[in-house]
T-cell receptor
Framework: AQSVTQLDSHVSVSEGTPVLLRCNYS??????LFWYVQHPNKGLQLLLK??????LVKGINGFEAEFRKSETSFHLTKPSAHMSDAAEYFC?????????????FGTGTRLLVSP | GAGVSQSPSNKVTEKGKDVELRCDPI?????LYWYRQRLGQGLEFLIY????????KSGLPSDRFSAERTGESVSTLTIQRTQQEDSAVYLC????????????FGPGTRLTVL
């Protein structure tokens, strides 16, 4: 079975500094990986996804993630944090079940951005 | 509508009561998913509907949980004889047909069982 581990439950950064949210995955085959963001009182939004094309994936709002097979990692980064980036971030791996893509979520990392 | 909608947004109930949660998917989306998000945890898959095919119920935690969907429209998730451990946010998502299409999530229903 596929799984993901988000190594930090909380990450605090100052506005304008880099963001790094860590994720390691476990998969028996080449996985599809995603990052979702959840703002308070809003639905989950897809930030970016990796599906075995380029290993460096660019997403919305300046976020990107790099698929590193040797390290089984898919860390999310952003060069410069903005106050509006404060939210919960979920690393997700997909498990292909007959007929559909089952998403397996990590436990989430809460990003706090201070002025 | 423009996105997936869910109702109610909040539901408080007493232990032992039945509750029904509703999901309206994006028009044209044939696939519909239910997830549960307990406090401080990631989402757990509950059930998947695709068109008129038999649903995949492999994630339902007990026989107190059931879900229905009529065709490619609204879905309801029913929890019978609610327990305190059922307290969570229940999220619905929909997608176009096809296993690799993006799932779009609703805002969720926060269920509190007293």
């Amino acid at each position: 079975a596929q799984s993901v581990t988000q190594l930090d439950s909380h990450v605090s950064v100052s506005e304008g500094t880099p963001v790094l949210l860590r994720c390691n995955y476990s998969s028996s085959y080449s996985p599809s990986l995603f990052w979702y963001v959840q703002h308070p009182n809003k639905g989950l939004q897809l930030l970016l996804k990796y599906t075995s094309a380029a290993t460096l994936v660019k997403g919305i709002n300046g976020f990107e993630a790099e698929f590193r097979k040797s390290e089984t990692s898919f860390h999310l980064t952003k060069p410069s944090a903005h106050m509006s980036d404060a939210a919960e971030y979920f690393c997700v791996v997909s498990e292909m079940i007959t007929g559909f893509q089952k998403l397996v979520f990590g436990t989430g990392t809460r990003l706090l951005v201070s002025p | 509508g423009a996105g997936v909608s869910q109702s109610p947004s909040n539901k408080v109930t007493e232990k032992g009561k039945d509750v029904e949660l509703r999901c309206d998917p994006i028009s044209g989306h044939t696939a519909l998913y239910w997830y549960r998000q307990r406090l401080g945890q990631g989402l757990e898959f509950l059930i998947y509907f695709q068109g008129n095919s038999a649903p995949d119920k492999s994630g339902l935690p007990s026989d107190r949980f059931s879900a229905e969907r009529t065709g490619e429209s609204v879905s309801t998730l029913t929890i019978q004889r609610t327990q305190q451990e059922d307290s969570a946010v229940y999220l619905c998502a929909s997608s176009l047909e096809g296993s690799r299409n993006e799932q779009f999530f609703g805002p969720g229903t926060r269920l509190t069982v007293l």
